[in-house]
């Protein structure tokens, strides 16, 4: 298009990006559903090593925390090295660590080989993917997101009938051996993932030394905004120029002048809080449904169903959230899937009989798709795809604690009172919570959004913050950064955000 | 022929109700059923009434009943199933209905296989045996024969205890350990006792003798664990664990398959093969689609040479700004 010919370039939006988009799915679906997908091993490995439940379980409980807490080292990496060596690299931890537990032969080696190294490949293969979403994608960033993120209830459907299947031929070990072959698909979803934005940078410092009359200039901004947006080497380049020091050095890789950004804060908080009653639901599902006397068999079906439409939810809210009525209020959108969510635990005590969990696990699905798949892209949308990188780390490393602690208090509250209910009772009330503060909170966030963006204008007509001169370039530069370019999307977006704020 | 009639029973003294359906998800013991050969819709039998455990004293006692039928029912037999545990006192009887009482010319022969048994307790229309059930010599059919002008006999079956056996082979490596595992539902099972099948005979397996191959560990009451230690093709078959009760044996069955490292090598080795190949083709591919870029590039640059100067500028902004954009 001859509008984009004097600018520099945008993400492609499309293209190669849903190339990146599938490898992505495959990279997330094997982050999300290989941690529940080798709990099928679990009973015959026990039996093996002749330990306690407990025990078995973790390894489950080390790989995730390990796939959640390593999120920082992750963010390093890719700021460093780009998404695609991170995830290669991901993808061969991954497969060595499963292919040495299928050798091993205590169960602390076990911890170690599936728990940490399986883990930590794991963590290398969801953020970069997350991360290189947001770097192809803008216009229709959600939808790609939401296709993404759809990839862990496929990846779960796909891999427990498979692990049933290799379990009963090949017992533990040689499944173990070719789950490790298979994990090395991962590598090949990160040679999907190629670099963008780096080639870029010489055409814009170009565009950028041109820049002459008011049109170019204006041009020059967008060039500049999409720069800082898109462009760590851009931004690191200009930081050099700016000068060095030590703090700046750190924020290279991990960027944390984060904690100062308010939509990274609201964001943080009221994630933590959610993640408190997120899994808890989904692990004490079917024994529940055992608990109130429905057989095992149509229990794990509740599950299945929950994942079948998760799997259609996912893609579907990401196309809704890209819808020009939903986009600039996607925060609002994210606060009331989580608060429908809560809702849903809520009222789920009152399901009586088998269909009435299934109703309750319909609609679980669907908000829990739907949390799902804005989950990333509410935090790209605060922060900008600039930020990410490092928002991500250090977001999952928070949720961390949380996601641990979930499951182990609402088991705890069943063992207390012998009833599921107050544990469907808490989740429901903490999620509530959080989405009820997420949605006033940001609120808050757009109305300040709105008022920096006014005196951001003002200051504009002001000649003296020059843009052609490097100094001025670096500090304006800084502030677009600092104030995260959510409005960034589109300028038709942009007036009408600031319409609807404006008119609140 | 419509001598007798027949009507609901009413139940029998009871001590404690039992579930006999839920004990596990299989069949731990075989559940009642009776083979109710006559038409007869009001047929009803006895629930079985069973003692709790805690109550037990020396012995249990139970009672079981089985209501004959009075229509024209020529040659039937009613079959009862009873599965004992443990040492009891047993008391069988066949009942009539009330109505027909007055029936003098009833003959009734209890007997166990073709011996009969002498000592029945009589009442107005029930016809009944004790029995005292120590060990599985006293296991067996008993039955109570009605005969008039036709011939009834409903006929109860003691048997001892089974359980559940897992049902999936259990796959294993060539010099690796495995683990069989067996459990009881319900019933605690005296002694356990493992067999090793070798062609058609079975052959007990000895852990005193063999304690570097094999391992018996009896984990809990109920449940028994099967070591095999280093394993090898031979040791590839079909093993039963045996579970002595007080009042007979049960046996489960368990398959070992035992395979060589080789077999789980090769999906591995294809799938490292096929990832191997997937990365090539797409790196081959970027490879191969960034000199087509460098070609067009080139190709424009040539071009516009031929141009004036500002339409050259343009040119190679437009072109390098489009190519960039992939």
Partial sequence: ?504 | CNRFGFSPSEPMRTTRTANWQTQGSSSDHLTLGHNVSTPGPDLTTQEFKQADKENVSNVTFMEYEVILPGECVSGTSIIKNITLDSASRIELSCRLDNEYSNLKSLQVTWKRGNETIRHINKTENSWSIQLMILDSSKMGSYSCTLKDEEEISAVFHLQGKLFKILEKPIVSYEGDTAVMICKSFGYTPIAWTWYMTNGSEQIAINDSLLADKYVINRISANVTHLKILKLTKEDDGVYWCEAAFELGKSKGKLKLKVLSLMVPLKPFLAIVAEVVILVTIVFLYEIYSKKKEKRAVEFWNLTSFSYSKSEESNGLENSSARHRRI
């Avoid at chain 1, 496929?154 to 994990?183: E, H």
């Avoid at chain 1, 002048?257 to 809080?273: A, C, D, Q, T």
């Avoid at chain 1, 849903?344 to 399901?351: E, Q, S």
């Fill in chain 1, 1 to 504: 298009p001859p509008s984009n010919a004097g600018r520099a370039p945008s993400p492609p939006d499309g293209g190669w990006g849903w190339v990146v988009v599938f490898g992505a799915f495959i990279s997330i679906g094997f982050a999300y559903a290989f941690p529940k997908g080798v709990a099928i091993f679990f009973k015959e490995i026990q039996d093996f090593f002749g330990t306690s439940y407990s025990e078995i379980a973790w390894v489950s409980s080390i790989m995730l925390a390990t796939t959640y807490g390593a999120g920082p080292i992750s963010s390093i990496l890719v700021n460093r090295y780009g998404s695609r060596p991170v995830v290669i690299f991901g993808g061969l931890l991954c497969g060595i660590g499963m292919v040495s537990a299928a050798f091993c032969t205590s169960i602390l080696q076990l911890y170690i080989c599936v728990g940490f190294i399986t883990g930590f490949g794991l963590a290398l293969n969801l953020q970069p993917s997350v991360i290189i979403i947001g770097k192809y994608f803008l216009k229709r960033r959600p939808i790609a997101n939401g296709l993404a993120m759809a990839g862990s209830p496929v990846m779960l459907c796909t891999l427990a009938p498979l692990n049933q299947f290799l379990f009963d031929n090949f017992g533990w070990r040689g499944s173990f051996l070719i789950l490790g072959a298979i994990l090395l698909n991962c590598c090949v979803a990160g040679a999907l993932f190629r670099p963008i934005g780096a080639a870029t940078a010489s055409v814009k410092t170009q565009a950028t030394e041109e820049g002459k009359d008011a049109l170019k200039e204006e041009v020059t901004k967008d060039a500049m905004e999409m720069c800082s947006s898109m462009n760590t080497p851009m931004e690191t380049k200009m930081e050099e120029e700016g000068g060095k020091d030590c703090c700046e050095k750190i924020n290279q890789y991990l960027d944390f002048s984060l904690f100062k950004h308010r939509g990274f804060l609201i964001y943080l908080i009221g994630n933590v809080l959610m993640f408190l009653g997120f899994f808890a639901p989904i692990v004490f599902l079917a024994p529940y449904a055992k608990h109130i006397g429905i057989d095992e068999y149509s229990a794990a079906f509740l599950l299945s169903i929950l994942a079948i439409v998760d799997m259609i939810a996912r893609p579907t809210t990401g196309i809704i959230a890209n819808s020009k009525w939903v986009r600039p209020r996607i925060q609002y959108f994210f606060s009331f899937s989580i608060a429908f969510n809560g809702a849903c635990h809520l009222l789920c005590p009152l399901a009586s009989g088998y269909t009435g969990l299934v109703v309750y696990s319909v609609f679980f699905g669907l908000a829990f798709g739907m949390v799902c798949a804005m989950l990333f892209e509410t935090l790209m949308d605060l922060v900008g795809a600039a930020r990410f990188t490092s928002a991500v780390g250090l977001v999952t490393i928070a949720e961390c604690c949380t996601i641990l602690l979930g499951p182990p208090i609402g088991g705890t509250l069943i063992d207390t009172f012998g009833d599921y209910k107050y544990m469907f009772i808490k989740c429901g009330v903490v999620m509530v919570l959080a989405g009820t503060f997420l949605f006033i909170m940001n609120y808050y966030n757009y109305c300040m959004l709105a008022k920096e963006e006014k005196e951001r204008k003002a200051k504009e007509e002001d000649p003296k913050s020059v843009r052609t001169e490097n100094e001025g370039r670096n500090n304006w530069n800084k502030e677009t950064i600092r104030d995260g370019p959510e409005l960034e999307p589109l300028r038709e977006e942009r007036e009408g955000l600031k319409k609807e704020v404006n008119g609140t």
